[in-house]
């Protein structure tokens, strides 16, 4: 009993540097190191993708940008090195969590489950759930997917919402599950896919790198609200604030104006939603 009792003292004693080293600071971290770790998509353009480049290239990847700029000063550092690191819908969660990234640069959706593991910053952006279809399919929205092949990323917000509006219509589509992005165009310009479901504005970012737009359509009807912000890990307050911080000066001038404008358009012509988003999360410093 004695020798058991202190093996499991001992066992507490070697585990510790692992947890403290597991919740270190990130701000901490970023000023010894001098180095941030962003993680970025491949391919959910406008907002997170690799360009021609090969450099990541997107509205969330300025954001983060902007963030790490503003880090940089506050932790009074000469020089900040990015190191992007790519993350898929799959495995962003578990890459932010063991530490792999400080900061998620995606089109991550707030869900109550992902609050379970992840925290999220103010929202950067609000889209909602749609179609893009061959021309040949007929698809213009839920009700035409009785019977069609429809691509899907598996445990995404999409296939909530999509297994609702599905239930609601009384329609039965074949659910093909595809691994990104890339993949659902893909299997629509190969002939193997009628449509791919995820986010809009994914969707019309996908269509404009088709190789023949002409035979796609982009559904008008939304089946879901889908509120983007970027994950950082739980428990991290100094780290929290930091972002958030850098995201409301921003939001708060106008330098969100060119940002908005290279990936999306006139700011003239920004959705109310949005809009607002920008307006309620210009907090006071």
Known sequence: MRFGLAASMLLVVLAAPAVAQEIRPTLDKIKESGAISLGHRETSRPFSFVD??????????????????????????????????????????????????????????????????????????????????????????????????????????????????????????????????????????????????????????????????????LSGEIISYEPYALMMRRGDNAFHAQVNRALSALYRSSAIVPIYEKWFGSYLQVPPLVNALYLLHSWPD
């Open 52 to 217: 021609a480049d090969g450099k990541p290239a997107g509205y969330s990847v300025d954001l983060c940008l902007q963030v790490a700029a503003a880090i940089k000063q506050s932790l009074k550092l000469a020089d900040l090195k990015i190191n992007w690191v790519p993350a898929t819908p799959a495995d962003r969660v578990s890459t932010l969590v063991k530490g792999t990234i400080d900061l998620e640069c995606g089109s991550t959706t707030i869900t109550f489950g992902r609050m379970e593991q992840v925290a999220f910053s103010h929202m950067i952006f609000v889209d909602g759930a749609s179609f893009l279809a061959t021309a040949a399919s007929g698809v213009r929205g839920v009700k035409d997917l009785g019977g069609k092949r429809v691509g899907l990323i598996a445990n995404t917000t999409t296939e909530k919402a999509l297994a609702a509006a599905l239930n609601a219509a009384s329609v039965k589509p074949q659910i093909v599950n595809v691994a990104d992005h890339q993949g659902g165009l893909k299997g629509l310009e190969e002939g193997r896919l009628d449509a791919y479901a995820s986010d809009h504005l994914l969707l019309a970012g996908l269509l404009s790198t088709a190789k023949d737009r002409s035979k796609l359509r």
